[in-house]
């Protein structure tokens, strides 16, 4: 039942944290000025309310009687009630009206007619608290004569609904507009916090970020600040790091391959240049692989253009680009342009044809990569994307390489915010998704 429950609030209540403290402020104001609203009206309101009225409707009561017993003295009563009630009193042969003047749900007139059918009794009186603007008429019948009578409001009603709402509803909108305020300048930080994080995600360097808000959250945005120039400043130290490991190698293999140029044993030198030249290659996939955590920024790319120069580079007929939509998303160009590169040439290289499809779904954007080659196992989809893992079968996806291709990319896809699925393509060949964040 409970658990029920919980998902039920769950699914009503707002997401987002700004909404979820407004309604824990604004709901305690909205039920306290409810319940006071409903005491007021109900123990003060309507129960003074109803004396005025009763009490009006005994002194109409006593007209009628003072006059039915002497009708001599009709402008003497008249005058005495003008002077001191403010009333307008009349004497009217005229038929007593058939269509009722109240209105249905007015709790003036609920408590008027109230005391007016227990005083005069049902089908004897008449009133329209609406006819006049400042004053009541009330119409009551007395043998063959109709007795009119035209009161000021103020003595049926103790005050107007319309104030009594205002004060009442007032001071909760005051006070949720000064919470609505404070609370958005208290969840600003968080939104920040959440953006930089989400930017750091992604592989930007967040340098912009400053710490505000609460001492709470404050704290963790510090905290994030320093943990993000921590992972920066060991993606630099391992950039350098390697970069010297880079010049450090590349120097005695250079010097083996100028060694190797004056051998005059020919064979020996061409067969050592390949163990060289593959040594050199290895060593190039492993620095690309450790580098994909570059120094690039990421910037407004248009995918359209970033597929067509990339068909240009590549210029192969066999490679079949379908990217109709102009579709414009954040990302690092180089780093996504070499991760397309590399899937398009592996299709290229293990198959005749590669088909790429765009399109866009639910704020992300799908590249389909598809070839007609011999494809990949089911059972290796996880292995491949495994750094120096190769397949000795059908097809493998680096044969001159180390096994960092597919490594590279789902290294720089996931840098992105986003994923990369294998599956088989609609020619037997190979299928890579890539989704993104737009």
């Not at 769950?10 to 006071?36: C, D, E, N, S, W």
């Not at 993000?228 to 450090?248: C, T, V």
């Not at 210029?315 to 996504?336: Q, S, V």
Request: include cysteine.
């Amino acid at each position: 039942m409970f658990s029920g429950l919980n998902r039920f609030l769950k699914i009503i209540l707002p997401k987002r944290l700004f909404y979820r403290a407004l309604i824990i402020v604004a709901t305690p104001t909205i039920l306290l000025q409810l319940i006071v609203t409903i005491v007021f009206y109900d123990s003060i309101w309507i129960k003074t309310n109803k004396n005025v009225t009763r009490s009006l409707v005994a002194q109409l009561k006593a007209v009628q009687d003072v006059y039915q017993n002497d009708k001599k003295n009709l402008d003497f009563l008249t005058d005495s009630y003008k002077n001191n009630f403010n009333f307008e009193i009349g004497i009217s042969q005229e038929l007593f009206p058939n269509s009722t003047g109240e209105r249905r749900f007015s709790p003036m007139d609920r408590s008027l007619r109230r005391e007016l059918k227990s005083t005069f009794g049902n089908n004897n009186y008449w009133f329209s608290t609406s006819k006049f603007k400042n004053a009541v008429e009330v119409k009551i019948k007395s043998d063959d004569e109709i007795i009119e009578f035209l009161v000021p409001k103020e003595m049926v009603a103790t005050s107007s609904v319309r104030l009594f709402v205002l004060w009442t509803t007032l001071p909760s909108l005051l006070l949720i507009i000064v919470a609505l305020i404070f609370l958005k300048n208290q969840t600003r930080p968080l939104v920040r916090l959440a953006k930089a994080a989400e930017r750091f995600g992604k592989g930007d360097y967040v340098n912009d970020f400053r710490p505000s808000g609460a001492q709470e959250i404050r704290k963790a945005a510090y905290e994030f600040d320093r943990m993000a120039k921590r992972i920066n400043r060991h993606l630099n130290q391992r950039s350098e790091m390697l970069s010297g490991i880079s010049h450090d190698l590349r120097t005695p293999l250079t010097r083996l391959k100028l060694q190797l140029a004056m051998l005059e044993q020919k064979d020996l030198s061409s067969k050592m240049s390949k163990d060289i030249d593959e040594m050199e290659k290895m060593l190039n996939d492993y620095l690309q692989f450790a580098k994909t955590q570059s120094l690039e920024k990421s910037s407004n790319i248009n995918l359209k253009r970033l597929l067509n120069e990339l068909e240009n580079s590549i210029n192969n007929e066999n490679l079949k680009i379908n990217c109709k939509d102009n579709i414009n998303f954040k990302a690092r160009p180089l780093a996504l342009k070499r991760s397309f590169e590399n899937v398009i040439q592996n299709g290229l290289s293990y198959g005749k044809n590669v088909f790429v499809e765009t399109f866009t779904s639910s704020n992300r954007v799908i590249i389909l990569i598809e070839d007609d080659g011999p494809g990949i196992p089911e059972d290796q989809y996880k292995n491949v994307f495994k750094p120096f893992f190769r397949l000795d079968k059908s097809r493998s996806l680096n044969q001159s390489g180390v096994g960092l291709g597919l490594a590279i990319v789902e290294d720089v896809i996931n840098s992105h915010g986003g994923n990369i699925i294998l599956g088989k393509s609609r020619f037997n060949g190979l299928l890579v998704k890539i989704s993104l964040p737009s």
